[in-house]
């Protein structure tokens, strides 16, 4: 299983970017996808997960950025987006996105609970 990150870049403050998450999965619909991030000296920290179909294809989001992030699955194009608005400086960070196909609701906030990765982009915020 192979995740491709896009998106990311540098934006304003206020401003949004979206990241997309693709999956090569033969059963993506299977796979739970999460969103993390790591700014410099910080440890990674969960942004926002997907659950499988299996469980009802869940969102959750961290409380930081409830209510500014948006995560969406496309299942026929294996791919997760996470579309960020109303961004602000502390939310500069590499992003990742990981996918597991057996992970339970419970563990989706912590990386360590997720087998596959994807290369981490890069997002700024400028104040």
């Known amino acids: 299983v192979q995740l491709q990150v896009s998106g990311g870049g540098l934006v304003q403050a206020g401003g949004s970017l979206r990241l997309s998450c693709e999956v090569s999965?033969?059963?993506?619909?299977?796979?739970?996808v999460g969103w993390f991030r790591q700014a410099p000296g910080k440890e990674r920290e969960f942004v926002a997960a997907?659950?499988?179909?299996?469980?009802?294809?869940?969102?959750y989001y961290a409380d930081s950025v409830k209510g500014r992030f948006t995560v969406s699955r496309d299942n026929a194009k294996n791919t997760v987006s996470l579309q960020m608005n109303s961004l602000t400086p502390e939310d500069t960070a590499i992003y990742y996105c990981?996918?597991?196909?057996?992970?339970?609701?419970?563990?989706?906030?912590?990386?360590?609970?997720?087998?596959?990765w994807g290369q981490g982009t890069q997002v700024t915020v400028s104040s």
């Open positions: 990981a996918a597991d196909a057996g992970i339970i609701l419970s563990s989706m906030w912590s990386g360590d609970n997720y087998d596959y």
């Open positions: 997907s659950a499988s179909r299996r469980h009802g294809g869940r969102i």
């Open positions: 999965a033969c059963t993506f619909s299977n796979y739970a």
